[in-house]
């Protein structure tokens, strides 16, 4: 929750003062007022004491939001490498669950609410970091601890987006998110690959997600050739380097580099298996 839902009465604007009667403090690039005769002493002594990385945090997570869901602004903050996860929960996510989250993932850039059981992670993955793995082992404590159920989506590891190529693969993201959780639900966690390869199979739409996927094939040297040889060798790095006549080195630094583009590790089946259709479908 933001300061703005807190204090409905309060004015956001660029105005760097509005006179008597109002308590100001900046938020972004902006400036919040609130009326003091709508607040209590004891409110007013907490806004004064406010931290100023919480009024950064709050202006954060108000900026992604009208990046991602209100499409308005520019990029908040340039990311050579980001990661979505999307979570569904029972009822709103408490400030001591958020500030766990914060607490756990140092790179967690901004928490952005879209609905009061709809909320989206944005993760700094320009130094890449395994998110996948820390949160299927902590997630059982999580949901013990503090009485809730979580369905978590992560969204590929995407590099070299531009604004509105971000502002498109959330959209394709998010609309997977809903459709799984319509139709399945099931899973608790699931990753982007078994995501895809589910959409897949059942027609469903993915957005811009293949043509990004696609691109990223195309722009690394003898990729396709990798995956065809791989599928086949069924991720033998072995085989696969006697089919392809080329050095076991070579091929681990070629899917290294992939893996650091693309978000997909081409040892992993499903990652594999989901560009293995992309090229088969031209």
């Given at each position: 929750?933001?300061?703005?839902?807190?204090?409905?009465?309060?004015?956001?604007n660029q105005k760097e003062k509005m006179g008597?009667?109002?308590?100001?403090q900046p938020l972004g690039d902006q400036y919040i007022h609130f009326p003091l005769e709508a607040l209590?002493?004891?409110?007013?002594?907490?806004?004064d004491l406010q931290e100023p990385q919480s009024a950064l945090q709050a202006s954060g997570e108000d900026?992604?939001?009208?990046?991602?869901?209100?499409?308005?602004?520019?990029?908040?903050t340039k990311l050579e490498g980001v990661q979505l996860l999307y979570l569904e929960h029972g009822f709103p996510l408490s400030s001591d669950l958020l500030d766990l989250f914060y607490g756990l993932f140092p790179h967690l850039t901004a928490l952005v609410e879209l609905?009061?059981?709809?909320?989206?992670?944005?993760?700094?993955q320009t130094t890449p970091f395994e998110v996948e793995t820390l949160v299927q082992d902590i997630l059982p404590a999580v949901e013990n601890d503090f009485g809730t159920k979580l369905t978590i989506f992560f969204g590929n590891s995407w590099t070299r987006l531009q604004a509105e190529e971000l502002r498109q693969v959330f959209d394709s993201e998010?609309?997977?998110?809903?459709?799984?959780?319509?139709?399945?639900?099931?899973?608790?966690t699931i990753s982007f690959a078994k995501m895809a390869l589910w959409a897949r199979s059942g027609q469903l739409n993915l957005g811009v997600i293949p043509e990004k996927i696609r691109h990223y094939i195309d722009e690394s040297k003898d990729m396709a050739d990798i995956i065809e040889a791989m599928w086949i060798s069924q991720t033998n790095l072995v085989q696969t380097a006697q089919k392809l006549f080329m050095h076991r080195n070579s091929l681990q630094y070629k899917l290294d580099k992939f893996h650091n583009l693309s978000g997909l590790n081409l040892k992993n089946l499903d990652d594999l298996a989901f560009c293995h259709l992309l090229i088969l479908n031209g």
């Open positions: 929750m933001n300061l703005r839902e807190l204090f409905p009465e309060a004015v956001v008597q009667g109002w308590l100001t209590s002493q004891r409110e007013q002594a907490l806004l900026a992604w939001h009208q990046f991602l869901v209100q499409k308005k602004g520019g990029l908040p609905s009061s059981t709809r909320t989206v992670l944005v993760l700094d998010y609309q997977l998110f809903s459709d799984f959780v319509r139709f399945k639900g099931s899973e608790q």
